[in-house]
């Protein structure tokens, strides 16, 4: 038995609780380099307990319709960015916290040149690249002790259909 999970168009004001949307949007903050170059500065809240922010390169599979949700994790200890390096959407699956477990699940769609930051402690899915496989620069905490808590869901979720 599973649920449906409808998706959205991934937006920053629905998502706001859950993190940041990355994107270069609207008229740049700042014109830099004599003119040739726009800034959109600081487009993200990056939060960590203790250690330092890394950068890793994630290498992700595919993922197709039917999407099966079973299992959201959470870094307790620093928020987590994806920020693609190809065009490719992916689906971010986040959720609410209640009594340290996932609640209130929901489901996005980014759209090709949009990134999203976690905020640290967020219930999320794993890293799905929708239809084409995506390489992603992740900006994440480096440091000492286990940052990863996951839930596998009594009853999955299931994603049948994305906006076009």
Not at 77 to 100: E, H, N, Y
Request: proline content about 7%.
């Amino acid at each position: 038995m599973s649920q449906i999970l409808t998706v959205s168009p991934l937006n920053s004001t629905d998502f706001a609780p859950y993190g940041d949307v990355i994107e270069a949007s609207g008229a740049p903050d700042k014109i830099i380099n004599a003119g040739m170059c726009g800034r959109y500065h600081d487009r993200a809240s990056l939060d960590f307990s203790d250690g330092r922010a890394g950068i890793s390169l994630f290498d992700a599979k595919a993922r197709h319709l039917p999407y099966v949700v079973d299992m959201l994790e959470r870094h307790p200890d620093g928020s987590q960015a994806f920020i693609p390096m190809t065009q490719t959407r992916f689906l971010v699956i986040v959720a609410q916290d209640k009594d340290g477990a996932p609640s209130d699940i929901q489901a996005f769609l980014t759209q090709p040149g949009q990134a999203v930051n976690l905020h640290r402690g967020v219930w999320h899915g794993v890293l799905a690249p929708f239809e084409a496989p995506g390489l992603y620069a992740v900006i994440d905490r480096i440091g000492a002790g286990a940052n990863l808590e996951e839930h596998w869901l009594a009853t999955p979720y299931v994603i049948e259909t994305v906006p076009a």
